[in-house]
């Protein structure tokens, strides 16, 4: 096998000997299998699920293209979406799901949580830098927070842009440019030569990395047997180990590279007034420099050392009906498994793409499609009952809350560990980058926490995500008690144990409470209220940092109470219940 793979690649059914086997010899999932013999048939007529179908009718098994036709009107019935396109995706959703979670998808569950590591690191990595920049450039500590704005501008762009855009270029190629960006642009950020110079280039690094959680988590549940969908989820374990690798790197780079206030003689809350030379205040160019390098590697270990197949989605809405067959093939030789897809049984399903029009997707369709998840149709069904419309409300109330929440505390946290602002003398840089390296450390295990105690029984998903909400937020007030290093050290690091609990949850505990059809709308627009909450943060910790230093965390505690007394309120709990 060679070392370096041909990411351009195209595919053949021939390229994958020994993968195909008939319908009739196929080994179906378990859950298809029962669905089919659970039913009670008399009448050769009635749809699949019907009461009156007998399960000894052999037409209708699981092993027959009836069978799998009659699968497919149910889930087209339930979808609401009946075109040729949207017929042959699901049977290719059958031909993922009856191969099974493999090697494939378990690397490619290592490359698509790089993405998720990126993305926070890039944000830890911007908290780390705003002292250095007060202290070379000039602005003050509340002004330099725009900077924090300039790479929510990029974030917001990025993820609005790749999301359409993974649909038309396809998702291999957005998958990769993202983090190619991200790693271009980190490099060069460690060359800034002014503020605003620093601001532009975090803003285009933004554009990249802010297209990996939606172009990475669309991939990666496209290749996902329905059965694993919930490791979905399990991707958000990379985003604290994003926090940790960069709060080490800044903890060498910023004690031994970097101007330290403590022995300043100017300024540093003085406006326009720079206290620091270029020469000594590299460590933040460091920092960047190494930051971008380590991206650049996961896009070379993305682009060269792993062969990813193209969406057999993409590929089909393209009218690339027989590489998309290819595709689920060579996942199944990945996986040393066989499959029964064809573009025979493709065609008996949803029609022959030489007879049926709407089997590819045109670039108009596939935008229509992307916006339609924001219509009144797609929204209206989250509101159907006074149950799902309440949960719905809630969760999006969360999200936007958390968003704005987190960043005010999280994105500054370098500098309210510096006193930076306040009538105290500030804290050398080595216990500063200590302390902020020690809260990484100790967040890490509240995702891993999360995942455990959402399934315990009489707590679940609603008061573990309450209770560390809560918890989180009283620990927000109390860090601003006092100034003390140790004190401030102490809850800082409980913060982001109880942080990274509520967040693992939250992720989780989203999709599971909409309605199947309609999850990805819901999901969505809580996603994208959280970013639009984010980018508001910046503007907030200003100027409310110029009236009190404490205050933009006193908004932190006071936006998270909010959604923990939401959270009181969720009339759902998913924990052992099926989806909606």
């Known amino acids: 096998m060679p070392i370096f793979v041909n990411p351009f690649q195209k595919h053949d059914v021939s390229d994958f000997p020994d993968t195909y086997v008939p319908l009739a010899h196929a ?11 659970n039913v009670d048939i008399v009448k050769d007529e009635a749809p699949f699920g ?16 009836e069978g799998l036709i009659a699968e497919i009107d149910l889930d087209i019935a339930a979808s609401g979406h009946d075109t040729s396109y949207d017929r042959k995706s699901k049977v290719i959703n059958k031909a993922i799901m009856d191969i099974g979670m493999g090697w494939y998808q378990w690397q490619l569950f290592v490359l698509c949580g790089f993405g998720w590591l990126a993305d926070n690191l890039v944000l830890q990595v911007v908290a780390l830098t705003l002292p250095s920049l007060t202290s070379e450039f000039g602005p003050t500590s509340t002004q330099v927070r ?30 990769n440019t993202t983090l190619f960006l991200a790693g271009v642009f980190g490099l060069a950020v460690g060359g800034g030569p002014s503020w605003i110079g620093v601001c532009g280039l975090y803003a285009a690094l933004g554009v990249g990395v802010g297209g990996n959680l939606p172009v990475d988590g669309a991939l990666f ?15 958000s374990v990379w985003w604290p180990v994003g926090q940790l690798i960069g709060s080490l790197i800044a903890w060498g780079f910023l004690i031994n590279y970097a ?33 971008g390098a380590i991206i650049f590697l996961m896009f070379i270990a993305r682009f060269f050392f792993f062969h990813l197949f193209e969406s057999p989605k993409y590929l089909l809405s393209r009218g690339r009906q027989a590489e998309a067959v290819a595709t689920v093939h060579g996942i199944a030789y990945k996986n040393k498994r066989k499959t029964w897809l064809s573009e025979e049984i493709l065609n008996a399903v949803g029609g022959d793409p030489e007879v049926v029009s709407n089997v590819k997707l045109s670039v108009i369709d596939i935008i229509k499609r992307f916006f339609s998840k924001f219509s009144g149709d797609r929204i209206g069904p989250l509101f159907a009952t006074k149950r799902i419309g309440t949960m719905t409300s809630l969760v999006w109330f969360c999200w936007a809350t958390i968003g704005m929440g987190y960043p005010l505390f999280n994105a500054f946290l370098p500098q309210y560990l510096q006193n930076a602002g306040k009538d105290v003398p500030p804290t050398p840089n080595h216990i500063v980058y200590r302390n902020y390296a020690i809260t990484s450390i100790v967040g890490v295990p509240g995702s891993f926490i999360a995942a455990y105690t959402v399934d315990v029984k009489y707590i679940g998903r609603k008061y573990t995500i309450a209770v560390s909400t809560l918890i989180t937020g009283i620990l927000l007030f109390l860090f601003t008690l006092s100034s003390e290093p140790n004190y401030q050290l102490i809850f800082s690091s409980l913060e982001a144990f109880f942080q990274n609990v509520m967040y693992g949850v939250l992720y989780a505990y989203t999709p599971e409470v909409f309605p199947a059809p309609n999850r990805g709308t819901g999901t969505g627009i809580a996603s994208c209220l959280n970013r ?20 933009p965390v006193y908004a932190s505690g006071a936006l998270i109470i909010a959604a923990f007394l939401a959270m009181c309120l969720f009339p759902i709990e998913t924990r052992g219940k099926q989806s909606l």
């Open 27 to 37: 080994e179906r999932h378990p859950s298809v299998v029962a669905a089919h013999k």
């Open 50 to 65: 019907s009461p009156t179908r007998a399960a000894s009718d052999n037409k209708y098994s699981a092993h027959t293209i």
């Open 146 to 175: 725009y900077t924090t704005c300039s790479i929510f501008v990029g974030l917001c762009v990025g993820a609005s842009f790749w999301g359409i855009a993974s649909d038309i270029i396809g998702r291999r190629l957005a998958f």
């Open 221 to 235: 549940l496209e290749f996902l047997p329905q059965a694993s969908q919930s490791l979905l989820t399990l991707l």
């Open 259 to 291: 101007c330290d206030p403590t022995l300043l003689s100017c300024n540093v809350t003085a406006p326009g007034e720079a206290c620091c030379h270029k020469d000594q205040n590299m460590g933040w160019r460091y920092l960047n420099i190494v930051t």
């Open 532 to 551: 639009i909450t984010g980018l508001c943060a910046p503007i907030v910790a200003v100027h409310a940092g110029n009236v009190n230093p404490n205050a």
